[in-house]
């Protein structure tokens, strides 16, 4: 189009835009006192072009402003002494349904339906708020009757299909927080119809309901309370859960069973309604538990930790998530040192990768026996973990990597759930905790070929040694881990090209820096390993190291840490790796920021004046540049007291007047301002 056919096209927009609006207004002052100005034909006709308005106009801010009005309309209507014009938004609510069933289809395929899920939401949300809303139920039914209609053999996928449509007004409904109250009877029915979506063979229907179970997941468990998705405090207890909504506990069961039995029909086969329930299961928290509530989250143990071992990461993690709030407090323990027991205690075995080489090949084969006496109903009985029967216990046998991979995660969700309750003072399970990861030790030395699975287990060893503080084996795994962590910077130091022995190597620093500060090392200690580390030529490892040392900056005393300054004004030289820069910038500006009181000994050399400024003038790029600022401003004032510098002062204020335009990127002016 031409710049005048756009302008026409602009203002053709604006003006239904603005015209819906004063529609609205108009009649809502119309009919404001009963007046008889306008008969119920003339608000028929009205509420007709509303409708054209929001089921043909295909422009979003159009469409949005017409709905505010259609939304007045709608609310006097609904609020009228005459009983003629009441029923009018009823009438209209009928229509718009029977577009969305199928008996009148719309002209062509649109992005989430356009307007009609807005003139549901609309006529909907105009009731009067109470426990009796007739066109609320009715609509909610109807588009649940029509999203569960069976497909036809010849779908066309030019057109909107009725169950697109049904799936994307009940999504709107849902996120409509007028009706939130509302529709918390109806959340059942839905998680129900959005998680057997992800199974339909039209593409459409499962897009429409992956974002109808987004909704849905907010409006259960409430919008984000921290910015960590993960974190406790964005969870609801699984008691609270179930009892709001119980019937979806045996549907949930039924998903994770099925996705069970259909383990065996191909490597990479994910079950459709696996991962939605997932997700779902990891988003519920700990809480008070009653013996019933008990025995019925542990229904849902043997399901989820028989998808252990399965071939897709994400799989293996949401399981690991998942297993928390079916656990009870009691039993975690019981159930790490279990899972662990299925571990072989010693490396003969051969290391395969593929978990499903032990999987019954046909689906009719049974794979897990689903039986509540495997799961303790208390916390001294034995948990026999059928996900991990796959996985031998005596030598000779292979060890399957996803089943290993997939143990470790679990037991280190249920470690970081132990270590926060109030249970991590009692001894005796401090001590059966170690001695179960113990045994299990040599999966984090080179007998395991694997360096995804080492990698976890060392990660695991430290964890469960910074749990159990008042324990005799603790200085066992610290002694363990000082070993192997030692070897594994030796020997895989010159063949870190894999990405797996960078994890590998990464996961070393990480251990060992950790290790210092459990130990209490001295400063020489300290000082010589993070050198060490930082002239690794894995940039992992390096990566890693600064993180660490930019952690102990935030929360340490700084002036017992005045010896990794030298060691951050060498590495702005030599350092290559743009974040490892941008993290050894961040740190020199807290040390040097900072209100404590710190010796002279942190002045900048002067050598690094060239090296800094270079940075600023954006060699190093943009994001560096933003970095590089405030250091050089440092370093100018330390210059500044020896009156030496009128050239770099002069340079540098061309520096500042550059950046502080307007058009320069929003990360350098934010660089001038620091």
């Not at 295909?58 to 949005?64: D, F, K, L, N, V």
């Not at 062509?108 to 139920?137: C, D, F, K």
């Not at 013996?291 to 990461?313: D, G, I, T, Y």
């Not at 370093?635 to 510098?645: A, F, G, H, P, V």
């Amino acid at each position: 189009l031409t710049p005048e056919h756009e302008l026409v096209l602009a203002c053709c927009w604006l003006n239904i835009k603005e015209a819906g609006l004063l529609l609205g207004q108009l009649v809502d002052s119309v009919l404001q006192n009963d007046c008889d100005l306008m008969t119920p034909e003339e608000v028929q006709s009205i509420g007709r072009m509303f409708v054209r308005i929001l089921t043909q106009c295909r422009h979003r801010g159009a469409i949005e402003s017409c709905n505010i009005g259609f939304l007045m309309v709608c609310k006097r209507l609904l609020s009228h002494s005459d009983a003629n014009m009441a029923a009018i938004p009823a009438q209209i609510l009928d229509q718009v349904l029977d577009v969305i069933s199928g008996n009148r289809s719309t002209s062509n395929i649109t992005r989430r339906s356009a307007g009609l899920p807005l003139l549901v939401q609309a006529i909907t949300a105009s009731e009067p708020r109470g426990n009796y809303r007739p066109l609320l139920g009715r609509a909610v039914q109807t588009l649940l009757t029509t999203a569960q209609l069976p497909l036809s053999q010849d779908e066309d996928q030019t057109v909107d299909i009725p169950q697109v449509h049904a799936l994307n007004v009940l999504r709107a409904l849902f996120s409509d927080s007028t009706l939130g109250a509302a529709m918390l009877a109806h959340i059942s029915d839905a998680v129900m119809l959005a998680i057997s979506g992800f199974s339909s063979p039209v593409w459409a229907i499962r897009n429409a309901a992956m974002q109808l179970y987004g909704t849905l997941l907010i409006r259960m468990l409430g919008p984000k309370r921290v910015r960590d998705e993960h974190s406790p405090e964005n969870t609801i207890t699984a008691r609270e859960f179930f009892t709001r909504w119980p019937s979806l506990r045996l549907f949930l069961l039924q998903q994770l069973e099925e996705a069970v039995g259909r383990q065996g029909e191909g490597r990479l086969y994910l079950h459709p309604g696996l991962q939605p329930v997932l997700i779902l299961l990891s988003k519920l928290g700990p809480g008070i538990e009653d013996e019933e509530h008990r025995k019925l989250l542990s229904q849902f143990v043997v399901p989820v930790m028989a998808q252990a071992s399965s071939p897709l990461l994400s799989v293996r993690v949401l399981c690991a998530r998942a297993l928390v709030p079916l656990v009870s407090v009691e039993a975690q323990v019981s159930v790490m040192c279990s899972i662990l027991q299925q571990v072989p205690p010693t490396p003969g075995q051969q290391v395969v990768q593929n978990s499903l080489q032990q999987v019954p090949s046909t689906p009719g084969q049974q794979v897990v026996q689903n039986s509540l006496q495997q799961v303790p109903s208390t916390p001294g009985q034995q948990v026999v973990q059928n996900s991990l029967q796959q996985v031998p216990s005596t030598p000779g046998q292979q060890v399957v990597q996803n089943s290993l991979h997939g143990a470790s995660l679990q037991v280190m969700h249920l470690l970081q759930q132990w270590r926060d309750s109030t249970r991590n003072n009692s001894l005796q399970e401090s001590r059966d905790i170690l001695q179960a990861v113990l045994a299990r030790s040599w999966v984090a030395t080179s007998s395991n070929t694997c360096p995804a699975t080492r990698a976890d287990y060392l990660n695991l060893l430290l964890a469960s040694a910074q749990s159990c503080n008042n324990c005799p084996e603790r200085e066992r795994v610290l002694s363990v881990l000082k070993d192997e962590v030692s070897r594994v910077r030796s020997n895989v130091e010159l063949s870190c090209q894999p990405v797996a022995s960078d994890l590998l190597l990464k996961t070393a620093a990480s251990v060992s820096l950790q290790l210092l500060t459990l130990s209490s090392a001295s400063m020489e200690t300290q000082e010589q390993l993070t050198r060490s580390l930082l002239t690794s030529p894995c940039v992992d490892v390096r990566r890693a190291t600064f993180l660490h040392i930019q952690d102990m900056t935030s929360r340490d005393d700084l002036t017992e840490l005045l010896w990794i300054l030298p060691i951050l004004h060498q590495q702005l030289e030599e350092e290559t790796d743009l974040l490892c820069l941008e993290l050894c910038l961040d740190t020199c500006v807290v040390f040097h920021t900072t209100k404590q009181q710190l010796q002279h000994s942190t002045t900048f050399p002067t050598s690094l004046w060239a090296v800094i400024m270079q940075f600023a003038q954006g060699q190093k790029g943009t994001s560096i540049c933003a970095k590089a600022l405030p250091v050089l401003a440092i370093i100018l004032r330390e210059m500044l007291q020896s009156d030496t510098c009128r050239e770099e002062l002069h340079v540098w204020s061309q520096l500042m007047e550059t950046y502080s335009h307007p058009l320069q990127p929003e990360p350098v002016r934010i660089g001038v301002g620091r």
